[in-house]
């Protein structure tokens, strides 16, 4: 995993002029659904799968969760909210009004899905991240949103072992 946050971190410094001009000022909505979204991806039962860290032990092993931690927390939020968001459901946005939010909206819930293990969960997650976007129209709250939800699961998966979760 510490390589693909670094390829990650990588891709995001070709970004670098756009992502420096993003105004962060997320509001109370944005963080309280967040919240909501780790909660209820916690929430549902997952079986505890094998140990992703291999044997790794000692610095090693402290690197491998900072590195699982901010490609979490802060890396894909950041990566998934802008193509998702941010470009793709855009596009797809082909007039005005509600149903060209919605449509787009759906759309894009079956791709993010289709990328995650938890379709169900992940469905969820991202119609809530598109409501979050499309409330300000500002992609910044998204990945305010899906970093807050990330960060619930990534502790949670922590504390309690169960790294699966994540």
């Known amino acids: 995993y510490p390589l693909r946050a670094l390829a990650m971190t990588a891709a995001l410094a070709?970004?670098?002029?756009?992502?420096?001009?993003?105004?962060?000022?997320?509001?109370?909505?944005?963080?309280l659904i967040g919240f909501a979204i780790g909660l209820m991806w916690v929430a549902?039962?997952?079986?505890?799968?094998?140990s992703p860290y291999g044997t790794l032990a000692?610095?090693?092993l402290i690197g491998w969760f900072v590195a699982r931690g901010l490609g979490t927390i802060v890396l894909v939020p950041v990566i998934e909210e802008l193509f998702f968001r941010k470009y793709?459901?855009?596009k797809l946005r082909l007039g005005q009004g509600m149903l060209w939010k919605i449509i787009?909206?759906?759309i894009?819930?079956?791709?993010?899905?289709?990328l995650h293990d938890r379709w169900v969960e992940a469905i969820i997650a991202s119609l809530a991240f598109s409501y979050v976007m499309a409330r300000r129209e500002r992609v910044e709250d998204a990945i305010v949103s899906h970093g807050v939800a990330n960060a619930v699961v990534f502790v949670t998966a922590?504390?309690?072992?169960?790294?699966s979760m994540i």
């Open 14 to 31: 070709v970004f670098w002029p756009f992502l420096s001009k993003l105004e962060w000022r997320p509001d109370a909505a944005s963080l």
């Open 44 to 50: 549902i039962p997952v079986k505890q799968g094998a």
């Open 58 to 60: 000692g610095a090693w």
């Open 88 to 90: 793709l459901e855009r």
């Open 104 to 106: 787009p909206a759906l």
């Open 108 to 114: 894009i819930a079956g791709i993010f899905a289709i």
């Open 158 to 163: 922590v504390t309690t072992g169960n790294l």
